[in-house]
Each structure stands twice: as structure tokens, then as C-alpha cells.
């Protein structure tokens, strides 16, 4: 399964984007797909996964801001994020294949297949 990550950019505070993790090569219905981001000088940290039944988990920190969802007809996730601040911004990433069981959500070592990132900047 080959993953792209794409539509990160330029926003300013309150602003809004949607990021898509598009699936080739395999479907990825059946996996869990979990977004993770990655400030300057922090690690990899998680934002949002979504399993294959639609059951979602969200970062305290977004909760109420950000919404994982996905098409499977598109074989597409998708990561829609509202009224950003500057603390968002980060290289965001996606990945699928949860290992190990469904309490791993959380965990970027869990999974198997990943993007290649996208760039979110949120200016002041």
C-alpha cells in the first residue's frame, strides 16, 4: 500500500484545510489510518485515527476542532481541521495498518504503511 498525504499549506489562526491521505496499490478499507504530526525539535505525535468499522479517536488538544473521516470509495482519509492555531503547525502524516491490536491507535511504531507528509503552517 503506497500512501499520499496532500493538502497542508498556508493558513492563518482560525483558518481551516483538509488534508487527504490517498490509497494505492490496495485497498486500505479495512485498516485502521491514523494522522500524526511532527513540530520542529518534537516527536512524532498523534492527531486522529479512524478504524475500519468508522470508530474514531482524537487528540484532546483538536478535539472539537478536528474530524477524521473517510471514503471508501475513494480509498481516501481524510483529516479536516478548523480554526487552527498556531501551535498545529507541523508536518502532518498519515499511516495505516494498525500491528499489535486497536488500544495501539496512539502509538506511530504501530503502524505499518506511512505518507510522506505535509507541511501545515498556521501564522499568527
Known amino acids: 500500500v503506497q500512501l499520499q498525504a496532500s493538502g497542508g499549506g498556508l493558513v492563518q489562526a482560525g483558518g481551516s484545510l483538509r488534508l487527504a491521505c490517498a490509497a494505492s496499490?490496495?485497498?486500505?478499507?479495512?485498516?485502521?489510518v491514523g494522522w500524526f504530526r511532527q513540530a520542529p525539535g518534537k516527536e512524532r505525535e498523534f492527531v486522529a485515527s479512524?478504524?475500519?468499522?468508522?470508530?474514531?479517536y482524537v487528540l484532546e488538544s483538536v478535539k472539537g476542532r478536528f474530524t477524521i473521516f473517510r471514503d471508501r470509495a475513494k480509498n481516501t482519509a481524510y483529516l479536516q481541521m478548523n480554526s487552527l492555531k498556531p501551535e498545529d503547525t507541523a508536518v502532518y502524516y498519515c499511516?495505516?495498518?494498525?500491528?499489535?491490536?486497536?488500544?495501539?491507535?496512539?502509538?506511530?511504531?504501530?503502524?505499518?504503511?506511512w505518507g510522506q507528509g505535509t507541511q501545515v503552517t498556521v501564522s499568527s
Open positions: 499511516a495505516a495498518q494498525l500491528l499489535g491490536g486497536p488500544n495501539n491507535y496512539y502509538m506511530a511504531s504501530a503502524y505499518g504503511y
Open positions: 479512524i478504524n475500519w468499522g468508522g470508530g474514531t
Open positions: 496499490g490496495h485497498s486500505f478499507n479495512s485498516y485502521t
